[in-house]
């Protein structure tokens, strides 16, 4: 593992992955963290909502 954080980190792939699995993962570890998907469902009046900071998924809905 890298000592440093890296601008390539950034770049969502291996790196990033390496990153959350060995540094993130092993301090912050929780059942929330543990899902590690990029979203957050929030159970509010019985109905399922999807909040995501994903800059694609927000470009397709914005253009509905």
Known sequence: MNKAILLSHG???KLMLDLIKNLFINYF???IIST???????DKYNKNIVFTCVQGILNI???K
């Open 11 to 13: 770049s969502g792939g």
């Open 29 to 31: 570890d929780n059942k």
């Open 36 to 42: 590690q998907t990029d979203s957050a469902v929030l």
């Open 61 to 63: 809905l914005s253009q």
